[in-house]
């Protein structure tokens, strides 16, 4: 039987809450930065050091 890992990466989502911030604003921070990303069982998924390289850029605290 295979088991499939938990994805590393950060959903929409997650982001979101995380800075506060409409899932709009999310999708247009990933398309202005750049953020990498890749699908897992349909979600999409933003890598995690990109995010933190904009909220750096930004001046907002990464955590």
């Given amino acids: 039987m295979r ?16 800075l506060s911030v409409a899932k709009g604003s999310v999708y247009r921070y990933a ?7 890749y699908t897992h069982a349909g ?5 995690p050091g990109d995010v933190a390289d904009t909220l750096d850029r930004l001046g907002r605290p990464s955590g």
């Fill in 3 to 18: 088991q499939e890992s938990a994805p590393a990466g950060l959903t929409a989502d997650d982001i979101a809450g995380l």
């Fill in 31 to 37: 398309h202005q930065y750049g953020w990498r990303r």
């Fill in 43 to 47: 979600r999409a998924y933003y890598h």
